[in-house]
């Protein structure tokens, strides 16, 4: 279980553990914006922990982040499937092969399944009979980075216009 901490403004800042967000409302430094249905037990008491929760003091954050490209930041961004076939991903395929000039870039990355890998292999995709399911590219939100979202985040990443 993880938060979303928004900014005093509502812009997006960070992804925190569950248990991270907790604390930060037990010590009064966040509020509550949205509930989740996971709690966390302490020796007296039952937790609500937040799926959302908004800093009470405006700290300053750069307005854009480059997101890394890792196997993690490629698997969130396709939810971790195959873009061939739509299975469970195992594997990073180049879409242009590495061997035919292909770069390690986010519009020529995708997640796949190692059947689905193999097949491929280093020729280009017009030279076979499989098809992507959504062209790739750079993951609209570094949130992303950060694995999958929940969907009570999508509105405050929707508001954030960068
Ligand atoms: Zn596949």
Known sequence: MRTLVLNATYEPLSVVPGRRAVVLMIRDRVDLVEASAESMRTPTSELM????????????????????????????????????????????????PRSR??????????????????????????????????????PQHWVMAAGAADPRWMPYLAQAAY
């Open 49 to 96: 922990v937040p799926s959302v929760v908004r800093l009470r003091r405006y700290v300053k954050a750069p307005r854009y982040r480059a997101i890394p490209l890792t196997r993690r930041t490629i698997f969130a961004r396709d939810d971790g499937r195959c873009q061939y076939c739509g299975g469970p991903a195992d594997c990073i395929d180049h879409v242009m």
């Open 101 to 138: 000039g292909g770069s390690h870039s986010w519009d020529n990355v995708v997640a796949a399944c190692h059947a689905c890998n193999t097949k491929k292999a280093d020729r280009l995709l017009h030279e076979t009979s499989m098809y992507l399911a959504r062209s790739p590219g750079r």
